[in-house]
C-alpha cells in the first residue's frame, strides 16, 4: 500500500486503523503508523495530538485489566508504553508545533494538564521545578492565548509557591516581554487568517497566506528576524494548500537562501532534502521539484542509486505530464545534468563515463517514445532542448567536437524556425577552438539560418550575420554577405507586409461577426416574431398550458429518481471489500438506493456506485473521499455524466450485446434493467460507465440504426428531460375496431377507411395459427381523420356490425406471449389457449377463438413438448428468452410470467423440448441467476421477485427463504395457497397441466380417498408420469378447463 498523502488522509488512515486495533501488535503497528504519519506533516496539530492520545491511552489501558488486554499483554504494554514515554512524545508533540501561533495552545494545554495531575498525585520540590520551568519557556514562545497561559502560571504559583508569587511573576513578565511584541505584530495577520479560514473560502485563504508570508519573508531577513517562524508559517500554509507547487518551490527557496547564509543548516531550520521530498508527494506532476530534489541529493552526496532511484520515481509517475511535456523535459534535463557533472569531475572513474555514455541516449529515447502516439505524432518536442544541449555538452568537454555538430545538425529539422536555437547553435561554434581568426561554421550556420522562410526572427539574424563577416571574415566575403543580406531583406519585408495584411483581415471579419446583442435584435421584426408565436400558441392550443402547468409541478416537486445526481463512484476498495461492509460504511449518509460492487481486472481492489435516495445524501457522502476503508485510501467521486438512459435497441439486446456497441467509447462500469413484473413491454435501461469522456463518447450513437430498423436512443440520464409518450392513440390518430368481419382483411380495411383521409396503417389482431380475432387498430395521418371516421360505429360491414372508437390506453400486461405465427403441422390445439388466458389470469377466451392450433393434435402432445422455465430474473424480456431458447428448437409459443419469476414454453417437437430441458438446467442467464426446470406447480408457487436494500446480516436458513445463491439480492414470495374446490372429479384431470406432475395425494382422509391414502406408494418414474398424462388427456373435458 502506497504511503498516504496530505494530513486528511492520514487522519483517515490512523482512525480506521485505531478502531479495528484487536490486541497488542496491532496497537504497536498503529504506533508506528503515527510515526511515520507526523514524519510527513511534522506540523499537523490533528496528528500530532491524536499521537499523543493514542499513546496516553495505551499507557493507562495497560495499569488494569479493565480494558481486556490479557494479562501478557499488560505486561508487555507497561514496559512499551511507560509513564516516561508517554510524558516525552507530549513534550515532543509540543516543542514541534510551538509556532503555530494561533492553535498550538490546543496541545499543550492537553499536556500541561497531565502535568499538572500528576504534581497533584505526587508533589515534591522538583516536580514543583520542572512544571515551572515548563510555563516559563512556554511564556517565552509567542502564542495567541498568551494571557491565559500568564494566568494559568500564576494560579499554578500561588498553589505551589505563594510567598515568592510577585517575584515569580515579575519575573516572568520580563522575559516573556519579547514574546508579546513578536505576536502583537503579527496579531493582524493571524486574525486575517482566523477569518478567511472560517469563512471556508480557498481563495480567500491562500491570498491572506500569500501576503502573510510575504511579509514573514521580510521580517525573517533582518537582523534579529526570526526564521523559525518563517518556516512554521510556510508549513502552517502548506496544510491549507498542499497542492500549491509555487508555495513548495517558494519554501524550498527560503530554506536554501537560509542553509547558504548560514554556511550549513541550523538547529530551527528544516532538512531540505526530506523537505523536497515531501513535496513531490504533494505534486508528483512538478518537474521543477523533482529536478530540485535530485540536486539537492547530488548536492548532500548521497549514493548514485539513491538518486538514479528519485529519477526513477519521478517518471514512473502517472501525473508527471499532467501539464503537458515540460515537466517531462525538466526531469530528464536534470537527470542528465547529473550524469554529466559525475562523469567530467576530475574524481571520475571509467563507470561514471560509462553511465553517461548509456544514460543519456537512454533518456533521449525515452522523451521519444513518451507517452501516447498519438500524442508524439502531434508533438514538436522540447522547445528549449534541454536534453540535446546537455548531450552536446558532454561530448564537447570529451573532445567530440564533431559527434557534437553532429547532434545540432539534428535539431535543425525540429527547431530551425526559432532564433533562440540559431543564437545558442552560433555561440557553441564560436567556443570551439580554430586555428585562425575565421570561423567558417558559424558563419556557415547563420547563412543557412536566413535561408529558412519560416524562420521566427530573421531580421536579428540577418544583423548578427553581417556582424560576424564584419569581424571574423575576409573583405571579399563581408561584400558577399552584404548583398546576401540585401536579397534576402526584400523577401522579408514582403512577408510582413503579407502577414500584416492577413491579421488585418483577420481581425475586421472577427469585428463583423461580433456584434452586440442588441443590434441583432434590431434587426428582427417584432411583428413578425410576435405572429409566430401566437400561430404557435394557436396550434399547441391547451397542450402548451398542460406542459407549462406540468414544468412548474416539475420545479415545485423533487424529482423522484435522480441517478445522475444520486449516484457516487468509489474506487480502491479492498479487494474483500463486500455489499454489506460498504453499506454500513456510507450508511450514516443516507439512504441507499442501489449498490453495484466490482473486482477490479487487476486483482488489487474493488470500486462500487452508490445510488442514494436524494441529491443530499450523496452530497454528503463525499466527505469520505481520500478516506481510508480499511487499509485502503478510498477516492469518492461523483456519478455525474457517467450514467445513460438507452432505449430502442433490438429486444434481444444483452449485456453482450452493448457491450459490443459501446467497446470503442470506453469501459462499461455497470448496467441496470427494469423491472418487467409491472410492464413486460419495458426496453430500455441505464448504462454506467467508468469514466464521463467515456459516457460522452456513448452518447454519439445516439440515433444510430442498429439492424436496419432499430434507432437507438442513448442520452444522458436526467428525469428533468422524460419527454411524454407519443404516438398515434396519444395524439388521437388511432382508432379500434371490433366485431370484424374474420374474413377481411388489411386491405379491405384500408378501402373503408382511406374515404376519411391518409391512412398510415391498418393492423388485425390474429392467433397464433394467423386468423382474425375479429378485431383492428386503424391508424391515420391527421387526428381530424381519425374523429370523422367515427362514423362508421355501429355500421354493418360484410356479415357484422362494426363497434368504432377512439383507442384508449390499456394496463400494461404483467405477462408477455410471443408465438411464431401461421399454420403449421406442430401447432398446438385449442385447449392450449385456455391455459394461456388461465396463465394470465383473463377470462377465456370465446369459442371461435379457440382453433389455434392444428387439428389432431391431442393435449399430452403439447405438453410432451413444452417445458417451464423457473428463476427466470424480472428483468429478462420474452424475446431475450425465445433467443437463448431457440438454439434447441423451433419455440412455437413463450408465456413469460416475471409475476412467477418464470416462463413456459412450447416447442415445435418432443426431441427439441427435451434437449431444451436439459441443456437450460442450471443456465447462467445473467451473473449469479440459473435457471432451473419443472412443474407448473413449482412455477405458480414463486411469487414475484422482491429486492432488498436493507443490510443483510447473517447466513442462516429460514423455512420459504429464497436460494441460498439469491438471498442476498431478493426475497421469494410465500407459495400460493390453495383452496379445496366443490366436489367433482378428482387424480391427475383437476390439476393438468403442461407436461407437469399433479399434486402428491392427501393424507388419509383428506380430500382424498382414505384407504388409497394410506398406502405406501413407491416413487414413480418419468416413463409412469408420461402415461398417467396420457391418459388424463383423454378422459374428457372436466376439470378446470370445463366451460359451465
Not at 488489487?604 to 454528503?620: M, P
Request: charged share 25%; glycine share 8%.
Amino acid at each position: 500500500m502506497g504511503e498516504p498523502v496530505g494530513e486528511d488522509a492520514w487522519v483517515s488512515l490512523v482512525d480506521e486503523g485505531s478502531r479495528s486495533a484487536a490486541d497488542l501488535e496491532q496497537r504497536v503497528e498503529i504506533v508506528e503508523l503515527y510515526k511515520r504519519a507526523v514524519c510527513a506533516e511534522p506540523y499537523s496539530l490533528r496528528l500530532w495530538v491524536q499521537y499523543c492520545e493514542w499513546i496516553w491511552s495505551l499507557h493507562t489501558d495497560c495499569q488494569s485489566s479493565d480494558a481486556g488486554w490479557s494479562e501478557e499483554e499488560q505486561r508487555l504494554g507497561q514496559e512499551l508504553f511507560s509513564l516516561d514515554t508517554a510524558i516525552d512524545l507530549w513534550q515532543q508533540g509540543a516543542h514541534a508545533i510551538r509556532y503555530r501561533l494561533d492553535d498550538s495552545h490546543s496541545l499543550w494545554n492537553r499536556y500541561m494538564s497531565i502535568e499538572l495531575w500528576l504534581l497533584a498525585k505526587a508533589p515534591s520540590p522538583a516536580a514543583v521545578e520542572r512544571v515551572k520551568a515548563l510555563y516559563l519557556d512556554r511564556l517565552q514562545v509567542p502564542h495567541a492565548t498568551w494571557e491565559e497561559t500568564s494566568q494559568a502560571f500564576s494560579t499554578f504559583v500561588t498553589r505551589y509557591n505563594e510567598q515568592h508569587w510577585e517575584e515569580t511573576m515579575v519575573r516572568s513578565t520580563q522575559l516573556a516581554k519579547n514574546a508579546k511584541e513578536i505576536y502583537g505584530q503579527r496579531e493582524d495577520q493571524e486574525l486575517s487568517l482566523v477569518r478567511a479560514v472560517q469563512s471556508g473560502d480557498k481563495e480567500k485563504q491562500k491570498t491572506v497566506l500569500t501576503e502573510y508570508l510575504e511579509w514573514e519573508t521580510i521580517q525573517s531577513r533582518k537582523k534579529n528576524g526570526i526564521t523559525a517562524l518563517c518556516f512554521a508559517l510556510y508549513e502552517r500554509a502548506l496544510l491549507v494548500l498542499p497542492t500549491d507547487v509555487t508555495l513548495w518551490e517558494d519554501y524550498a527557496g527560503a530554506v536554501n537562501g537560509y542553509i547558504g547564509v548560514s554556511h550549513g543548516r541550523p538547529q530551527d531550520c528544516p532538512d531540505l532534502l526530506q523537505l523536497l521530498q515531501r513535496s513531490v508527494k504533494h505534486c508528483p506532476w512538478s518537474g521543477m521539484l523533482w529536478s530540485r530534489y535530485m540536486l539537492r541529493a547530488e548536492i548532500e552526496h548521497l549514493d548514485f542509486r539513491d538518486v538514479e532511484q528519485i529519477k526513477h520515481a519521478a517518471t514512473s509517475s502517472d501525473q508527471l505530464d499532467r501539464n503537458g511535456m515540460t515537466d517531462v523535459y525538466m526531469v530528464y534535463g536534470a537527470w542528465c545534468n547529473y550524469l554529466r557533472r559525475r562523469a567530467v569531475d576530475r574524481d571520475a572513474t571509467d563507470e561514471d563515463g560509462d553511465l553517461a555514455d548509456v544514460g543519456m541516449p537512454s533518456a533521449l529515447d525515452g522523451v521519444e517514445h513518451w507517452g501516447e502516439p498519438a500524442d508524439r505524432k502531434n508533438s514538436k518536442g522540447d522547445p528549449t532542448f534541454q536534453i540535446q544541449r546537455c548531450w552536446i555538452q558532454y561530448l564537447t568537454q570529451k573532445g567530440l567536437i564533431a559527434e557534437a555538430r553532429e547532434q545540432w545538425h539534428d535539431l535543425v529539422k525540429p527547431h530551425g524556425d526559432s532564433y533562440e536555437f540559431w543564437l545558442r547553435y552560433y555561440q557553441w561554434e564560436m567556443d570551439m577552438p580554430h586555428t585562425d581568426n575565421t570561423r567558417p561554421f558559424a558563419a556557415a550556420l547563420l547563412k543557412q539560418a536566413i535561408q529558412r522562410r519560416t524562420l521566427d526572427w530573421p531580421e536579428k539574424i540577418m544583423e548578427m550575420y553581417l556582424s560576424h563577416c564584419s569581424t571574423y571574415e575576409f573583405p571579399v566575403d563581408v561584400a558577399n554577405a552584404i548583398d546576401f543580406v540585401h536579397r534576402n531583406a526584400k523577401g522579408v519585408a514582403k512577408r510582413r507586409q503579407r502577414e500584416a495584411a492577413e491579421a488585418a483581415a483577420t481581425y475586421a471579419e472577427q469585428q463583423r461577426l461580433v456584434q452586440p446583442a442588441e443590434l441583432v435584435g434590431a434587426d428582427e421584426s417584432p411583428s413578425g416574431s410576435k405572429r409566430k408565436r401566437e400561430a404557435a400558441s394557436e396550434t399547441d392550443g391547451n397542450a402548451t398550458k398542460k406542459l407549462k402547468a406540468a414544468g412548474e409541478d416539475l420545479d415545485a416537486q423533487s424529482i423522484k429518481r435522480d441517478r445522475e445526481n444520486t449516484s457516487i463512484l468509489v474506487s480502491n476498495l479492498p479487494l474483500e471489500a463486500t455489499q454489506t461492509k460498504v453499506r454500513q460504511y456510507f450508511k450514516e449518509y443516507g439512504h441507499i438506493v442501489n449498490l453495484t460492487l466490482q473486482r477490479e481486472s487487476d486483482k488489487q481492489s474493488s470500486t462500487t456506485l452508490i445510488e442514494f435516495r436524494s441529491v443530499e445524501d450523496a452530497q454528503s457522502a463525499l466527505l469520505r473521499d481520500g478516506k481510508y476503508f480499511a487499509d485502503k485510501q478510498i477516492s469518492v467521486a461523483p456519478g455525474t455524466g457517467l450514467t445513460l438512459y438507452l432505449t430502442n435497441y433490438p429486444p434481444t439486446a444483452d449485456e453482450a450485446y452493448l457491450r459490443d456497441l459501446f467497446k470503442d467509447c470506453g469501459e462499461i462500469f455497470s448496467f441496470r434493467w427494469p423491472s418487467l413484473k409491472y410492464n413486460t413491454h419495458r426496453r430500455f435501461c441505464y448504462v454506467s460507465f467508468r469514466t464521463a469522456a467515456a459516457a460522452a463518447a456513448a452518447t454519439a450513437l445516439d440515433g444510430k440504426m442498429l439492424e436496419g430498423k432499430y434507432k437507438l436512443e442513448a442520452k444522458y440520464s436526467d428525469p428533468s428531460r422524460k419527454k411524454p409518450r407519443e404516438g398515434a392513440m396519444l395524439e388521437g390518430r388511432e382508432i379500434h375496431i371490433a366485431g370484424l368481419d374474420r374474413g377481411a382483411s388489411e386491405d379491405d380495411l384500408q378501402a373503408v377507411f382511406a374515404k376519411y383521409g391518409a391512412v398510415e396503417s391498418v393492423r388485425i389482431l390474429r392467433n397464433i395459427s394467423g386468423k382474425s380475432k375479429g378485431s383492428a387498430f386503424v391508424v391515420f395521418a391527421k387526428a381530424e381523420d381519425a374523429t370523422k371516421s367515427l362514423e362508421l360505429d355501429k355500421t354493418k360491414f360484410w356479415s357484422q356490425v362494426l363497434t368504432v372508437e377512439l383507442a384508449t390506453p390499456t394496463n400494461f400486461k404483467a405477462t408477455a406471449t410471443t408465438s411464431s405465427l401461421g399454420t403449421s403441422a406442430a401447432g398446438s390445439p385449442a385447449q392450449s389457449n385456455d391455459l394461456d388466458s388461465r396463465m394470465s389470469g383473463a377470462g377465456s377466451p370465446p369459442a371461435a377463438n379457440n382453433h389455434a392450433h392444428a387439428a389432431g393434435q391431442s393435449r399430452a402432445e403439447i405438453t410432451a413438448r413444452t417445458i417451464t422455465l423457473l428463476n427466470v430474473p424480472d428483468t429478462i424480456n420474452d424475446a431475450r428468452l425465445s433467443a437463448i431458447c431457440a438454439p434447441y428448437g423451433r419455440v412455437v409459443k413463450l408465456v413469460l410470467r416475471p409475476d412467477h419469476q418464470g416462463a413456459i414454453v412450447e416447442f415445435g417437437d418432443v426431441a427439441a423440448a427435451g434437449k431444451a430441458s436439459l441443456g437450460l438446467e442450471g443456465y447462467e442467464i445473467v451473473s449469479g441467476r440459473r435457471l432451473r426446470t419443472g412443474g407448473l406447480k413449482d412455477l405458480f408457487e414463486s411469487g414475484e421477485e422482491r429486492k432488498t436494500d436493507r443490510i443483510v446480516i447473517g447466513g442462516g436458513t429460514k423455512k420459504g427463504d429464497a436460494q441460498p445463491e439469491q438471498r442476498t439480492a431478493f426475497m421469494q414470495a410465500g407459495p400460493t395457497v390453495r383452496r379445496p374446490g366443490a366436489g367433482g372429479r378428482g387424480g391427475l384431470g383437476v390439476k393438468r397441466g403442461l407436461g407437469f406432475k399433479g399434486p402428491q395425494k392427501a393424507a388419509d382422509g383428506v380430500n382424498g380417498n382414505g384407504a388409497e391414502g394410506g398406502e405406501k406408494k413407491g416413487l414413480k418414474s418419468n416413463a409412469d408420469f408420461k402415461a398417467m398424462f396420457l391418459k388424463s388427456g383423454e378422459g374428457g373435458d372436466g376439470g378446470p378447463n370445463k366451460q359451465g
